[in-house]
T-cell receptor, first 115, second 116 residues
Framework: GAVVSQHPSRVICKSGTSVKIECRSL??????MFWYRQFPKQSLMLMAT?????????EQGVEKDKFLINHASLTLSTLTVTSAHPEDSSFYIC???????????FGPGTRLTVL | GENVEQHPSTLSVQEGDSAVIKCTYS??????FPWYKQELGKGPQLIID?????GEKKDQRIAVTLNKTAKHFSLHITETQPEDSAVYFC???????????????FGQGTILTVHP
């Protein structure tokens, strides 16, 4: 139980384009989803928290107009990196919480490379 | 918010030995402490967690201990195997006494290497 999927697993895009990453909870209803960014050999950096049906709450320093988050249903949240630049290249990971579960369950991550 | 410190940053052991990773936290109201294992190129996987109403929890070769007075908790892996090699993260509630929707504060991570 508590399976979270992410799609795509890898994406390469040109600078200036937008990229959408999907996060799905497969066997539970995720009332809250989290989006993280992770640089090599570093810990997880929380970008934003989203609750189903409401606007996401962004962490300090994260541009909400650049990283658009939508949590339209209890099983799906999307992160759109708009006008991507090479410095946005990173490992993006989502997690989900809900359905009576105490902790967060993570997706497998998405490796974004912006050329 | 919570502050979590994790040590050591790297840990190298021989197969069959035990490994211990320690974390300290700052918020005495924190009541839930998960541990995650992250393999290269993958997302973190929850391996064990503990609530503040118990002092120890075991799951086969993995155990977690909690000392609420000292505000620290530890992950213990016995009879280590090469497949235990990974990065391990501890975590604590970001704001245990407030509304944080389950946000977690993570430790800095420990790179565990188990040599055959």
């Amino acid at each position: 139980g508590a399976v979270v999927s992410q799609h795509p697993s890898r994406v390469i895009c040109k600078s200036g384009t937008s990229v959408k990453i999907e996060c799905r909870s497969l066997d539970f209803q995720a009332t809250t989803m989290f989006w993280y960014r992770q640089f090599p050999k570093q810990s997880l950096m929380l970008m934003a928290t989203s609750n189903e049906g409401s606007k996401a709450t962004y962490e300090q320093g994260v541009e909400k107009d650049k990283f658009l988050i939508n949590h339209a249903s209890l099983t799906l949240s999307t992160l759109t990196v708009t006008s991507a630049h090479p410095e946005d290249s990173s490992f993006y990971i989502c997690s989900a919480r809900g359905g009576g579960l105490a902790s967060q369950y993570f997706g497998p991550g998405t490796r974004l490379t912006v050329l | 918010g919570e502050n979590v410190e994790q040590h050591p940053s790297t840990l190298s052991v021989q197969e069959g030995d035990s490994a211990v990773i320690k974390c300290t936290y700052s918020d005495s109201a924190s009541n839930y402490f998960p541990w995650y294992k992250q393999e290269l190129g993958k997302g973190p996987q929850l391996i064990i967690d503990i609530r503040s109403n118990v002092g120890e929890k075991k799951d086969q070769r993995i155990a977690v201990t909690l000392n609420k007075t000292a505000k620290h908790f530890s992950l213990h892996i016995t009879e280590t195997q090469p497949e235990d090699s990974a990065v391990y993260f501890c975590a604590a509630p970001h704001n245990a006494g407030g509304t944080s929707y389950g946000k977690l504060t993570f430790g800095q991570g420990t790179i565990l290497t188990v040599h055959p």
